[in-house]
Structures are given as C-alpha cells and as structure tokens.
RNA sequence: GACCCCAUGGUCUAGAGGCCUAGGACAUCACCCUUUCAAGGUGGUAACCCGGGUUCGAAUCCCGGUGGGGUCGCCA
C-alpha cells in the first residue's frame, strides 16, 4: 500500500510551493489508493511561530487536500509532532553511537565559524573538518560536561546513489559529504536524520518532496543504511520561481496561499493552476477536478524544470471558475469581500442575481464585489472621462424625460426596458446608444459595465427612476462629484 | 567556489529517432461581434541554448560548452 506525506514545518505560511507538493502527494496517494499522511516537523523550538500549523492546515484543507493520518486526525503511526517522538529518536542515536557510527563533537559554534571561514579564504568546500572524530572513546573530554553535538561518521570514500523517480539515479561521493549533525547540543535531532526515522516509522513508501531536498538524500540515505532500514522511494519535484528566476519570498508579492485568498483567488483555481505547474495532464485540458487529477496523476508526467508562476494565468483560471461555480457558493465565498468593502445586500437585488450579471466580468473576487456595489449603493462619484463624454448639452433633461417614460412602464424587465429607449431615442431623433451611455453613467457612476438593460431589470423600476432623476439635479445644481 | 539538478515561444507545457511545415493554454497584436467594458469568434507575431558526434534521418540518443536553479547550518 502506497503511504506518502507532506511534512511542513510550522515557521510560517503555507507557501504555494509547499502547497504544490502536498497536492502532489494527495494525487499520487489518490491514484494509487494509497494514504496520505500529515506530519509536522516541529523539533526547532526556536523557529516555532505561533498559529502557522493551524494556518497551514486550514490552507491545504481550504485547497481540497485531506489527509488520511495526522496531527488532527490521529492514525495508527502517530504521533504526528515530530517533537512528540522525541524517545524513539534518542534510542536511534544511541544506538549509531554504540555501533560507532556518530560520534560526540565538542567544537564550539566559533571554532566552526572560524574553519569555514578559513575554508573558504582557501577556496576550499566548506565542511567539518573531523576533529572530534578521532577522540578516543577514554578522552577525559567525555566527562567533562561540556555541551556537544553528535556527528554522522560519514565515510571517506564510495558513493551514495539516489534513485530518484523523476530523474534516475544520481550519485554522489561520500567524501564531499562531510560528517553533518545528527542532534543538537540540546539533545534534539536535526532534520536529516529525525526524517528519516519518522517516515521510516511510518512506514512511508514514497518520499515526494521538492528539488531543494535533492542535495539531503544521501546523507539521510547513509542514516537509514547504519539504521538498517529499508528505504522508501523517493521523488523529487521540480521548484516553483518567481518571475525574475529567483527563489520565491515576500518581495515577489503573494506567494502564500492565504495572501491568494485575500487577493480574491478562488481555492478550486488555485488548486487547478498549481496542478498544472510541474505536471501536465495526458490530455488537452486544463481545467479539471481533483478527482479528475487523481485519476491521471502519476510521476511520469511531472517535469523535471523549475516553473515560473505567471499570476496572468493564474487570473485567467480563476475567471473560469468565477463562471463554472454554483452562484450560492460564489455568494458565500464573497462574503468577507462584501464586508471589506461595505457592501450591504440587504436591501438591495438578491445577492446570486447580482453575482449572475457580472460575473463574467470579473477575474477575482475582489472585482466581483467592486462589479456588484453599485446595485447596493447610489454612486457617490461619476468618471471623469465619462462626464466630458456623456454629460453635456441636453443631458439632464433626456434623463429626466427616461426617468419619466420607465416610471409609467407597467412591466419592467430587460425587454419592456429596452422597448422603451428604443421609443425615447426615436421620439428625441437620437441613436439609442446616446441615451445608453448618459444612463449608465448616471446610475452607476461608471462608464464601464453590464449591458444596460440587464442591469436595469436586476436594479429595479423604482430605483433607476430615482437614479436617473437624482444624476439630473445633480448636474444641473453643478454639485456633480467627479471621480478622482 | 565545490557538488548536484535542469534546458521547447515572454510564461505553463505537448513531444519518449521519421507522425514536426514543432501542437495546446496564458499573455500579446489585429479583425469580427457589440450599447460601454469584458466575454466570445477568427486570424497573426513568437520556441527546440550553442558546438560536436551517433544515425539514411535528432527537439528527441551521447559528449563538451554556455546559461539558469539548488545544496553546502547545532533550519526544515
């Protein structure tokens, strides 16, 4: 049975590369039948900030990932803190210690500082330089109570191969490996090694995770081969860049999933468009459910090149889902825009109706409450551009003669209304469109928009009557307010 | 710097020796539609990093170069 996992670290958000290897594990898990295992690597203290494991699990739950075994959920391999299987990792380390493969490390973090500067003046590779290795095992030092860390013996020569799934097998000499820490001068284990005894133990099959972790898996390779264990298997995928091919951080803008979601971005085209960096589906499409994803997914089709998020696409997907969504789940989803922006609807058009009109229109959610507003709010301002365009001459009093000819209509809808401009604009010898645009203007403020008429039928006789007659007094007085 | 990975349009990618006159998507440009803006439709610009091999034949295989990325922590 395939178990796979995604093993955060609680230090911040949950990054949109990380989200994309989570996805990836999820898929493979779902394809094969397999579980998907949660496991938070909380064994720095020091790194720990407050919130982020909640953060990170609400993001990829928010994502649609869900977990078959974790810190939340419980399971038959837990626990789930890395933290928490602090004992099994000391028996480890005992036990490389007894078997004479690590070793105490007494050299202080200025004497390292100091080599590896020294190293590098050299233009030599930085890299410990083995001193304590030779301690005999009756050195007083041992005794003395002075703090240290425990060392890997790495060996001095051979090679280490990594059979990547991905890429085939990559070797590395062991020599240019260098005895790395294994535990810290507090007792604690680093990464390299606590990962292994963790997905070991939990008897992971697959280790998906990203490139960045290429250049770890020998010398985690060398634990689990003085550990005696059997190994997993191990992929690693490509990295996500910023547009300036650099590593992705906080400069480039959004690059957590939480900042997408206040940015308006949709889970489900989030999700769709990290899906598609890296991994590409055997068929034309693009847009696709996870279920979907998890029937095609499979390692064989994922790239071995860094990708290079492009926020244009990932726009783009979101304005389909905007138009693919079920209206009473964009309704919900646009709650926190509607309250970000002082939206209240209720008073005004039902609130899916009003989704229904622009939708279209809108890559975001941002934009989508921005399209609604004015169905909730008489316009305070009017563009500029448009007042030099559409509100001159003999504006105010075709307004006024539209507000009174759709005050008498009996029926209002999009037909009735626009049978009725069609009768204006004959009657005053004018192209329709002339009457259009000054409308639109004076009921949203914008010169930009649905088509008059629908927009019309959802705002309601009364109201567009009131509109139209308010924009006329209001630009006859002069006391019409511009758009900044 | 050492080691490792990678290399198809601006971006995401298809392509597993002849199906390639290199396909799709985003972006971009033009036109059409039109009541504005979108959307939609049609068409266009735009790529196999370079150099050597192997082969009848290479985007696809091999080698070298160049370029980009990653790793070298008592971080994960």
Redesign the pocket.
């Known amino acids: 049975m395939v178990r796979v996992r995604f093993?955060?670290?609680p230090t911040g958000t949950l990054h949109i590369g990380g989200a994309r290897t989570a996805l990836f594990n999820y898929l493979f898990a779902k394809h094969h039948h397999g579980r998907f295992i949660l496991r938070v690597?909380d064994?720095?203290r020091a790194?720990l900030v407050e919130g982020s494991e909640q953060g990170m699990l609400q993001g990829l739950k928010s994502l649609g990932i869900v977990w078959d075994e974790g810190p939340d959920v419980g399971g038959d391999y837990g626990p789930y803190h890395?933290s928490e299987r602090a004992a099994r990792h000391k028996e480890a380390l005992q036990q490389l210690l007894d078997t004479d493969q690590a070793y105490r490390c007494y050299?202080?973090?200025d004497e390292?500082a100091e080599e590896?500067k020294r190293q590098e003046a050299l233009?030599e590779?930085?890299?410990?330089s083995g001193r304590c290795r030779l301690r005999p095992a009756d050195d007083p030092i041992h005794s003395s109570g002075l703090?240290f860390?425990v060392r890997m013996k790495v060996p001095a020569s051979g090679v280490t191969v990594v059979d990547d799934l991905i890429?085939?097998p990559?070797?590395?000499?062991n020599r240019?490996l260098?005895d790395f820490?294994l535990a810290?001068?507090?007792g604690?284990p680093?990464?390299?090694f606590a990962v292994v005894l963790d997905d070991h133990d939990m008897a992971i099959t697959h280790v998906i995770r990203g490139?960045?972790?290429?250049?770890?898996t020998p010398k985690q390779i060398l634990v689990y081969q003085a550990l005696n264990l059997a190994m997993p298997a191990f992929a690693h995928v490509?990295?996500i860049?910023a547009p300036d091919?650099?590593?992705l951080s906080k400069r480039h803008g959004a690059t957590s999933v939480e900042e997408y979601r206040e940015q308006g971005i949709l889970p489900e085209a989030l999700t769709n468009y990290l899906l598609?960096?890296?991994?590409?589906p055997p068929e034309?499409t693009?847009i696709m459910t996870l279920e979907q994803a998890a029937q095609w997914f499979d390692l064989d089709?994922v790239?071995?090149?860094?990708?290079?998020?492009?926020v244009?696409?990932l726009q783009?997907m979101n304005?389909q889902y905007l138009r693919l969504l079920p209206l009473s789940a964009l309704a919900e989803d646009l709650q926190p825009f509607l309250q970000a922006q002082h939206i209240h609807v209720e008073t005004g058009p039902d609130l899916e109706v009003a989704i229904g009109l622009v939708r279209?229109?809108a890559r975001t959610l941002v934009e989508l409450a921005e399209g609604i507003a004015f169905l909730y709010a008489r316009p305070e301002t009017f563009e500029t551009k448009g007042i030099e365009k559409h509100f001159q001459g003999e504006a105010p009093d075709r307004l006024r003669a539209l507000a009174d000819t759709l005050s008498e209509l009996a029926q209002w809808n999009h037909d009735t209304v626009?049978e009725a401009y069609d009768k204006e604009a004959l009657r005053l010898q004018v192209k329709?469109?002339e009457l259009?645009?000054p409308s639109?203007l004076a009921v949203t403020g914008r010169?930009?928009?649905?088509?008059?008429?629908e927009l019309l039928e959802v705002l309601g006789q009364k109201e567009t009557v009131a509109r139209l007659r308010e924009a006329a007094t209001a630009l006859e007085e002069g006391r019409l307010m511009p758009t900044p």
């Open positions: 093993a955060p670290s690597e064994t720095d790194r890395q050299c202080t973090a390292l590896r233009k590779p930085p890299r410990y703090p860390v890429r085939g990559v070797t590395f000499e240019i260098g820490v810290k001068s507090d604690t680093v990464y390299n490139e960045e972790h290429l250049s770890n490509p990295m860049l091919h650099t590593k598609l960096l890296g991994w590409s034309e693009e089709r790239q071995h090149t860094a990708a290079i998020y492009d244009k696409k783009w304005s279209e229109r626009m329709r469109a259009i645009h639109r010169t930009v928009g649905p088509g008059l008429f």
